[in-house]
């Protein structure tokens, strides 16, 4: 009886984290030192009065004002106060606050829950470094790359068969099982799982040594896989790369600094020593 009574909570606030994610989302901006939230339309919501600001998870979106740390809806309206010295997001309906060191969890109404809600969730944006049907070779210092390719034989049928990519990388490092980068002369190319199928020439030619650097992210519900957005640097300014090879995969590489997209959202600097977010589309919530 306890165990499907537990379910049914869970379902709840299933339900009620899946409806508030799916409403509009108002995003933090800074002006003149101080944080605020504009819609998605850029209008205004909340003016600049904060100390910090932080995007929505689960409905609500927090704030830092006066040392304290409270939750704002997506109407704009302060839902929680700002009463508590350290507070993290929600997730399924329940977030983690501290008063002084005594650690409490609250519900979305602000009232205390017994428990955390320990749940890990579907890892939709985690992947994990795993190529198939490749090996990395190594010779004199060098990498290259051993693989099946895809050809057809006399009857017109697929088959694989091995093929060689010559040891003349300085690094290759498998990011998901679509996506490896190699490093070639301090400079940075991707190399699609795709390109493989077609041999080692098709692979080749697609290389293309544009990036200086590389920036990984922890998946936020496990820590031990990575997040779907990876960063890349070129001509000294940061993008955002999505692992997996889709049409709108790249942010492209125009800020001084960035953060994890693991959110849906990620503070950036836009500008020397100017900050704000932008979300998964590449959607700059700012003013320049």
């Known amino acids: 009886m306890k165990k499907a009574f537990q379910v ?6 299933l339900f009620n984290y899946l409806n508030a994610q799916s409403g509009d989302l108002i995003v933090p901006f800074s002006n003149n030192g101080q944080w605020g939230f504009m819609n998605q339309a850029k209008e205004i919501v909340i003016c600049p009065q904060f100390d910090e600001a932080y995007p929505p998870f689960n409905g609500l979106a927090r704030f830092k004002h006066n040392d304290k740390y409270g939750f704002v809806n997506m109407q ?13 997001d929600f997730r399924y309906g329940v977030a ?8 409490s969890y609250i519900k979305t109404n602000g009232r205390k829950n017994k428990v955390s809600i320990g749940v890990c ?13 490749s090996a990395i070779i190594e010779e004199n210092g060098k990498l290259g790359i051993v693989f099946d390719k895809i050809v ?15 040891p003349m990388f300085d690094s290759i490092i498998p990011i998901s099982h679509q996506l490896m980068y190699i490093v070639k002369d301090s400079l940075i190319s991707f190399a699609f799982e795709g390109r493989f199928s077609g041999g080692s ?21 496990c820590q031990t896989g990575k997040n779907e957005y990876i960063g890349f640097k070129q001509n000294g ?14 942010i492209p590489a125009k800020y001084y600094s960035i953060s994890s997209l693991a959110k ?13 977010y932008i979300d998964k589309n590449g959607s700059e919530y700012f003013f320049r």
């Open 152 to 166: 057809r034989d006399e009857n017109h049928h697929l088959k694989h068969v091995p093929d060689t990519i010559p």
């Open 96 to 103: 983690r606050v501290f008063k002084g060191q005594k650690k």
């Open 8 to 13: 049914v909570i869970f379902l709840f606030m």
């Open 76 to 88: 704009g309206e302060i839902q929680i106060k700002a009463r508590f010295d350290h507070a993290d």
């Open 237 to 250: 300014l940061w993008g955002y790369k999505r692992i997996y090879n889709m049409p709108k995969d790249f």
């Open 264 to 276: 849906g959202f990620a503070l950036v600097e836009y500008e020397k020593g100017r900050f704000g």
């Open 201 to 221: 020439k098709h692979v080749l030619e697609n290389l293309s040594f544009d990036f200086e650097e590389i920036k990984l992210f922890n998946c936020i519900m």
């Open 121 to 133: 969730g579907t890892h939709y944006s985690c992947v994990y470094p795993m190529i198939n049907r």
